[in-house]
């Protein structure tokens, strides 16, 4: 700035003489012109100079502050990479006391995991170099947190019940393999690999591409959607994390109607549901649900996030199943904590939906 300034001084200071002096006749229009080329040989290196001097130094800024991000993010995985060994540790050392070729297996199995966390599937000195990780980026990382931090706690949860006697071991097998397959997702992801956004067999799966995919990814609170001529204002999403897809779940209301609109990973999929009671045991393979045989096609793990119309947010980890039935429909059904939810309904073209954002949506 200085720079700039100076040679606007300088510059300014020359002209005004050379107007001083041409006005009272003291100077002819040739000596003016070399007066007017002698103010731009001195005034605007200095301010061309002080130009790309400010220029470099918002740059610098900018890559220092990017840097203190990337450190950042380092020194948390570090923490939180310890606690994970630690609490690791602990549990694979109550499952050996139990004894037995399972809880020796799974002991081995967790000891193995705590030592894929202590120490960083990268090298530190490279990774800054290597690896650049975005706003989306650093989001994702922490929702892996959270699905390993409550995962952790589910494991713990489950030994607890093991050791009184409970015949917990198969959903213990499935907690921890669940668990590993995050934490790689989640190395991978701080490697600089991430993960597809959508499954390759459900792209194989999709008959057209989805036209107004954008348009239902960036559906959110507030925005406005039409179906079978009534008109819906989004009042709830909750988004669902999981292995590093996200699944969409979305309360739609209108005048003196409700609804639900379930959005798979990548927009490929719609289902336009409403709200059944909760009276099956999730988890089986195949299960009775209102007269009707139902298929398990997905159990997840996902860690959740629910925006509301009216500001308040929450956070947690929620444990979901999607069931086909034979009549066509799809059973959806969440559990968060000791609450379990169900949702049932019909698979939508997304066609039959029109859409608007808040900014442009017309109230129903």
């Not at 019940?161 to 991978?188: I, K, M, P, T, Y």
Request: glycine share 12%.
């Amino acid at each position: 700035m200085g720079l700039i300034g100076f040679g606007a001084v300088l510059g300014g200071l020359i002209v005004l003489n050379l107007l001083v002096n041409l006005l009272g006749g003291r100077l002819e229009p040739g000596g003016a012109v070399l007066g007017l080329l002698l103010a731009a040989v001195l005034g605007l290196p200095l301010i061309g100079g002080g130009l790309f001097v400010l220029s470099q130094s918002k740059q610098q800024a900018a890559e220092a502050a990017e840097f203190t991000t990337q450190r950042r993010t380092l020194e948390s995985d570090r923490l939180f990479r310890s606690g994970l060994s630690r609490d690791l540790g602990q549990l694979a050392r109550r499952l050996a006391a139990l004894g037995g070729p399972e809880g020796d297996r799974l002991a081995a199995r967790l000891r193995d995991l705590a030592q894929a966390a202590e120490a960083p599937g990268y090298d530190q000195g490279a990774w800054y170099e290597a690896v650049e990780l975005g706003r989306a980026d650093q989001d994702a990382l922490a929702r892996y947190d959270d699905l390993l931090s409550d995962g952790l706690r589910a494991i713990g949860d489950l030994a607890t019940r093991l050791e009184g006697g409970q015949d917990v071991l198969a959903d213990l097998h499935q907690a921890v393999e669940s668990w590993g397959r995050n934490f790689q997702r989640r190395s991978d992801l701080l490697a600089g690999r991430r993960a597809p956004s959508v499954a390759p067999t459900e792209l194989l799966g999709t008959r057209a591409p989805v036209s107004s995919g954008e348009a239902l990814l960036a559906l959110r609170v507030g925005d406005a959607v039409s179906h079978d001529n009534l008109d819906y204002i989004v009042e709830t999403s909750v988004s669902y994390f999981v292995e590093g897809r996200t699944w969409w779940l979305h309360r739609l209301v209108a005048e003196r109607d409700e609804a639900w609109l379930l959005v798979s990973p990548g927009g490929l999929s719609l289902a336009w549901l409403a709200t059944v009671e909760p009276d099956v045991e999730p988890g089986p393979p195949q299960l009775e649900h209102a007269g009707q045989s139902c298929r398990l096609e997905e159990a997840m793990t996902a860690a959740a996030r629910v925006q509301t119309r009216s500001g308040p947010e929450s956070e947690g980890t929620v444990s979901l199943w999607r069931y086909s039935c034979a009549d066509g429909r799809l059973l959806w059904i969440e559990r968060w904590g000791a609450e379990t939810r169900a949702y049932l309904g019909e698979s939508i073209r997304p066609p039959e939906l029109e859409i608007w954002p808040a900014q442009a949506a017309p109230g129903p």
